[in-house]
């Protein structure tokens, strides 16, 4: 994407900040439209790099995950009364796991 219409979309502050990182997220971004699947990056790539760009590691984001998910569940099973069914318990790791992706 040319500098020229980055600047039209970003603002002028975020440029300045971190003008390299927005360089290399626009370029990311063309490769993620492209039309042939095959050229298009994987999204494990995709997030690989973003996570590099924000100075991420990997299994610092996943633990992270993993212990939001120890919290909430946590949370769930001291808030649940003890006439609860296992159904209610399927139906809210259900929807845990909708909200928090499984670690690989």
Known sequence: MSEDKLSKILDPQVILERAEDVDLVAALA??????????????????MRLQRLSGEDSNTVQGSKIE????????????KDSSSSKQCNIEEDAL???????CR
Do not use: W
């Open 30 to 47: 063309v490769q993620c439209l492209r039309l042939n699947g095959h050229a298009r990056p994987t999204m494990k790539k995709v997030e």
């Open 68 to 79: 939001l998910y120890h919290d909430v569940s946590a949370q769930m099973s001291i808030t």
């Open 96 to 102: 845990l796991s909708t909200s928090f992706p499984r």
